[in-house]
């Protein structure tokens, strides 16, 4: 232990003091010094007898009294008045408290990294030996599997807190995997020599420090797996000596910072993944030698910005998955020079608008995921370039209308997710261009009204869904045409059963096996209301409730004899009109008139048929 002393006392002396004349002045550092550090040894390091445990476990213990003399809550006493001399006095002493605080933070992290790099020079290394086969025979005998044939290691799942002294790994291993283990940190050496080394994997384990020099002869290594461990900081050299590494796996970290030189010389790079960390910035240089990355994973960090430049060079990337951040600002040129980029994931985050020019240059663009955005306006030509787009995830959003034509060069896309946005109506050519077009989900927004065309340009359409709206009307010939469809789901919306819903109902009876999931239900009127839709004939339709919807009075009579289904809509729509027309007074007339045109769709259908 005592090894570390002459160390260890140097570097918390000197991170001390830095660390503390940073933050306060030189008075402010005496009385502190008075006050805390006094239980330090400090006239003489060198001959300080504590070691390293010791002075660590000092170094807490100072800590934890730092941290209970900072009091929970600054406001304390703000009820209060106070004249003018002790309102200074309160902000004095304020301030020191946050500046204590500060420091205590910034302490607390000092030590802990110190103690894990005194943890790392203490662990045990095992016996690296010549790749020869006496030894791999000693290999096979240690306490793990040790594969001659295959070159493997795999100790895996086997409690180690630090590597068994005790293993020899030839120094032709090629494949060592310890994950699954509760190693906090290794010693520099482990690989050391190990130079035909190809796949490492240290994953899930509590890794809190890696030496900067602990893969610096792992030349050949191909795939590097550290996922699932508790890294915060990495040393910008630890990756500098793998020229060959194809495969880096970061990913469920607590990586805060990326240093931006930290993929300096790794040039073979085709997979990063850094999911699941702390990252706030993305620094702009960090991708600067991966020109043959093909796969990016940044996915559930904490980044705002995409500034200009980040990308630039990834002309090979083709899956980027930034989704779960905070983004909400991302430079117009971000995407610019992603030539080959299939699939971008950007679902959850705060982006709010989505520009002309953003994604213009993604010509291989197959799939762009922005569901869980706030996107409330696109540019009408924002994806006029994308001519490979197969799916667009806009799901989750606050749309309240679509672009003009969106989507008239979308003629690849085969899936459009629209569900949970703000779209009230849908205009005759919104859907323009989706020739192929398979999947459309309108569901929960809150269109009461579309035009019976919007669907007409989707003839390859199979499933549809436009459940969980404010739709009282289907307008009529709405799904004609649609002969491919497979699934329509219709059901929660508050369907109003009155004449105008008998497209609604016999194209329900009628395509009942094309109906996904619950009957539509009508919410009205009278005694219509909770039956289902599809059950209605024309007597239930348009005779008598009628009158209710329109509020006439007196109630129109009744038909005496009730009409035989099937029929067929225009005949339905004909003997609607003739009820309308000609058992009716004429002030009744004007008003059902008058109530007709506020449909646009019954308007032009009925001044056609008189
Ligand atoms: C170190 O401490 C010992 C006793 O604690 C003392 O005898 C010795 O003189 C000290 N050495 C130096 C260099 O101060
Ligand atoms: C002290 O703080 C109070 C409120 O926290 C503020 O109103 C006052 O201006 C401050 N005084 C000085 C001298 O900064
Ligand atoms: C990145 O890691 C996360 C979590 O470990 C995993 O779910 C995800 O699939 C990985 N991404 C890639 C591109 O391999
Ligand atoms: C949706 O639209 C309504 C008004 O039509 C508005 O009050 C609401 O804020 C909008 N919601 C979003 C998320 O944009
Ligand atoms: C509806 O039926 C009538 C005869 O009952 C027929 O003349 C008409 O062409 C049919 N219309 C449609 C659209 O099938």
Known sequence: M?????????????????????????????????????????????????????????????????????????????????????????????????????????????????????????????????????????????????????????????????????QVIPMNMVRIDISRNYLSTLHKDTFRGLTLLQQLDLSNNVLDFLPFDLFRDLDSLVQLRIQSNQLEDLDPRTFWKLRNLNLLDLSKNMITELPESIFNHVQRLTVINLSSNKIKIFPPGLLRDQLVLEELDLSRNEIITLQSGSMKYLTQLKVLDFSWNAIAFVSDDFFEDLKNLRTLILHNNRITSISRSIFENLEQLGTLDLTMNRISKIDGNAFSELGNLRELFLGQNSLSRMPHGLFLNANSMTRLALFSNNLTTLEADDFQGLTNLKYLMLNNNILKYFDGQAFAPLQNLEKLRIDSNKLQYLPHGALYGLDKLIAVKLDKNPWHCDCRALYLARYIREHQHRLWDGQPVCRGPGDLGGGEVGLLRYDDLCDGQWASMLSLSPRLPVRKHRISTPMNYTDYFNLYLKHIYFTTTNENLLDAQTTLRTSRRFETAASITI
């Open 2 to 166: 005592g090894k570390c002393f002459y160390l260890l006392s140097v570097i918390i002396l000197s991170q001390l003091g830095s660390g503390l004349q940073q933050s306060i002045t030189i008075e402010q550092f005496e009385k502190f010094q008075s006050q805390y550090l006094s239980n330090i040894p400090s006239n003489d390091v060198t001959n300080c007898s504590l070691n390293a445990c010791e002075a660590l476990k000092m170094l807490s213990h100072l800590l934890l009294t730092m941290k209970s003399s900072i009091p929970l809550s600054t406001t304390e006493g703000s009820g209060k008045r106070l004249n003018r001399k002790q309102q200074v006095v309160a902000n004095d002493s304020e301030e020191d408290t946050a500046q204590i605080a500060s420091m205590y933070l910034d302490l607390n992290k000092q030590v802990r990294q110190i103690e894990s790099r005194l943890r790392s020079v203490e662990q045990p290394v095992w016996r690296l030996t010549p790749g020869i086969t006496n030894e791999w025979n000693h290999c096979t005998s240690g306490v793990c599997r040790c594969h001659p044939e295959t070159k493997s290691f795999i100790c895996w799942n086997t409690n180690l807190k630090s590597v068994p002294v005790t």
